[in-house]
């Protein structure tokens, strides 16, 4: 995989999966950017999500993020990684 370890996508993933289920709901993962809301909007973050959720499940899961690093610019998936505040 490019730019992304196991253990780098679980904190990833950790971080945004705040209920604990083994899923990112949409409220999760709009409470990731919390911080950036001013950046957000939820338009914008609608389709960051749907980024993720290929499936159109309602949920992201770990495969989703695999998927999407493998498939992004290595530099996006690095800097994921590298800072695990970052949250698109």
């Known amino acids: 995989m490019n730019g992304a370890t196991d253990e780098e996508i679980d904190i990833i993933f950790s971080n945004l999966d705040m209920a604990g289920t083994g899923h990112i709901e949409f409220s999760e993962f709009v409470a990731g950017g919390c911080d950036k809301s001013t950046l957000f909007t939820e338009d914008k973050l609608k389709i960051a999500f749907n980024t993720f959720d ?35």
């Open 54 to 88: 290929k499936s159109k499940k309602g949920f992201i899961n770990k495969q989703d993020i695999v998927d999407f690093l493998s498939k992004s610019d290595d530099r996006l998936g690095q800097k994921l990684c590298m800072d695990h505040s970052v949250v698109i």
